[in-house]
């Protein structure tokens, strides 16, 4: 495996050479394969043009992310990119941190293109049915989504956030995940299944975490490593940390569940049919989503700061499924949306 890590160190390095000057345009491309990026933009954007691949896109979101930190830990001995650095493997080459986040994960599979890779496939395969009469047109969605997935790779490692070996495993599983995960997405099921799917994302994740701690595996190695050779020490960010994830996957899957079970569900599910209703539905979702991110967590303690995630997650479904289309009804267009 050494042999992998060290190829991979040296097409950081030709990267970082060729690509010298457009480090801004790379960073950004990494901002949107960000897993973050799928609940605040991706969701509340696809939810806005069509309910049901909305949900379909959240589903998949937080059942892959729970997924891919389990397969982190399971995979304990993959190396992160800062283990180059203990390892002394980068003596040869001169490798430049571009990030102003530190990863504290285990390098393997990459979230960023698992997760948003299996999120964003069952888009690529509406549009592209959507498309089908359409001629060459129809394989538009395929080639955007392949050129996003191959931008994301090549920043995640062009940043040290990654090896090469590991966003392709994160492309791979990704893809294959979007396929399997599309067919369980709970659209009818009741309140109880989305709470109880929330408690089994949290406590099965602290479970896992607490059975291989006493069995000797440390699962904070590569925490210790970001914050050992990370540039800037508040770069280590509590949002990167592993049960970030998990109260986000836990607490969007709880919002979901009280968000497809409010009494308002049914009389706000108007099929958007006109553009502008569209937009005004995304701006109000991307509003409320960025007044919630807004508010500052208390990190008084690692507890505190988890609960406050699961809270403000769990908010988030509520914010682009029932409040935003409540405010655009009432205020914008009154009762004139179609029933579905």
Same mark, same amino acid.
């Given at each position: 495996?050494?042999?992998?890590?060290?190829?991979g160190i040296?097409?950081?390095? %030709? !990267?970082?050479?060729? =690509?010298? #000057?457009?480090?801004? $345009? *790379?960073l950004?491309?990494?901002y949107?394969? +960000?897993?973050a990026?799928?609940?605040?933009?991706?969701?509340?954007?696809?939810?806005?043009?069509?309910?049901r691949?909305?949900?379909?896109v959240?589903?998949?979101?937080?059942?892959?992310?729970?997924?891919?930190? %389990? !397969?982190?830990w399971? =995979?304990? #001995?993959e190396?992160? $990119? *800062?283990?180059?650095?203990?390892?002394?493997? +980068?003596?040869?080459?001169?490798?430049?941190?571009?990030?102003?986040t530190?990863?504290?994960?285990?390098?393997?599979?990459?979230?960023?293109?698992?997760?948003?890779?299996?999120?964003?496939?069952?888009?690529?395969?509406f !549009?592209?049915?959507?498309?089908?009469?359409?001629?060459?047109?129809?394989?538009?969605?395929?080639?955007?989504y392949?050129?996003?997935?191959?931008?994301?790779?090549?920043?995640?490692?062009?940043?040290?956030?990654?090896?090469?070996?590991?966003?392709?495993?994160g492309?791979i599983?990704?893809?294959?995940?979007?396929?399997?995960?599309?067919r369980?997405?709970?659209r009818?099921?009741?309140?109880?299944?989305?709470?109880?799917?929330?408690?089994?994302?949290?406590?099965?994740?602290?479970?896992?975490?607490?059975?291989m701690?006493?069995?000797?595996?440390d699962?904070?190695?590569?925490?210790h490593?970001?914050?050992k050779?990370?540039?800037?020490?508040?770069?280590?960010?509590?949002?990167?940390?592993?049960?970030?994830?998990?109260?986000?996957?836990?607490?969007?899957?709880?919002?979901?569940?009280?968000a497809?079970?409010?009494?308002?569900?049914?009389?706000?599910?108007?099929?958007?049919?006109?553009?502008?209703?569209?937009g005004v539905?995304l701006?109000f979702?991307?509003?409320f989503?960025?007044?919630?991110?807004?508010v500052?967590?208390?990190?008084?303690?690692?507890?505190?700061?988890?609960?406050?995630?699961?809270?403000?997650?769990?908010?988030?479904?509520?914010?682009?499924?029932?409040?935003?289309p409540?405010?655009?009804k009432?205020?914008c267009?009154?009762?004139?949306s179609?029933?579905?």
């Amino acid at each position: 495996m050494d042999k992998v890590h060290v190829a991979g160190i040296a097409v950081a390095n %030709v !990267l970082q050479t060729h =690509l010298r #000057g457009s480090e801004e $345009f *790379w960073l950004w491309v990494t901002y949107l394969g +960000d897993p973050a990026c799928v609940f605040l933009i991706y969701f509340p954007l696809v939810y806005s043009y069509t309910r049901r691949l909305g949900v379909t896109v959240l589903w998949l979101a937080l059942i892959s992310e729970w997924l891919n930190l %389990v !397969l982190k830990w399971f =995979l304990f #001995g993959e190396r992160p $990119f *800062w283990w180059i650095f203990e390892s002394g493997k +980068d003596s040869d080459v001169k490798l430049k941190q571009f990030s102003s986040t530190c990863e504290t994960g285990p390098g393997s599979p990459s979230g960023h293109c698992m997760i948003t890779g299996s999120a964003l496939l069952p888009v690529v395969i509406f !549009l592209t049915k959507q498309w089908s009469q359409r001629g060459t047109y129809r394989f538009i969605p395929i080639f955007l989504y392949s050129l996003l997935m191959m931008g994301i790779a090549v920043s995640r490692v062009l940043i040290l956030a990654h090896f090469p070996h590991q966003v392709v495993a994160g492309i791979i599983t990704g893809v294959f995940l979007g396929q399997v995960l599309e067919r369980t997405v709970p659209r009818n099921r009741s309140f109880g299944f989305f709470a109880l799917a929330s408690l089994l994302l949290l406590f099965g994740a602290v479970f896992i975490n607490w059975v291989m701690t006493v069995s000797g595996v440390d699962l904070s190695w590569s925490i210790h490593l970001a914050t050992k050779w990370c540039s800037k020490p508040e770069w280590v960010h509590p949002e990167t940390r592993p049960f970030s994830s998990v109260t986000r996957s836990a607490g969007n899957a709880l919002g979901l569940g009280l968000a497809l079970h409010c009494p308002l569900y049914r009389s706000l599910q108007g099929d958007n049919t006109r553009w502008l209703e569209r937009g005004v539905d995304l701006l109000f979702s991307i509003l409320f989503l960025k007044i919630l991110l807004f508010v500052p967590l208390p990190a008084s303690s690692p507890a505190v700061f988890y609960a406050s995630n699961f809270l403000r997650h769990s908010l988030c479904p509520l914010a682009v499924i029932i409040l935003a289309p409540f405010i655009k009804k009432k205020i914008c267009f009154g009762n004139t949306s179609k029933k579905d």
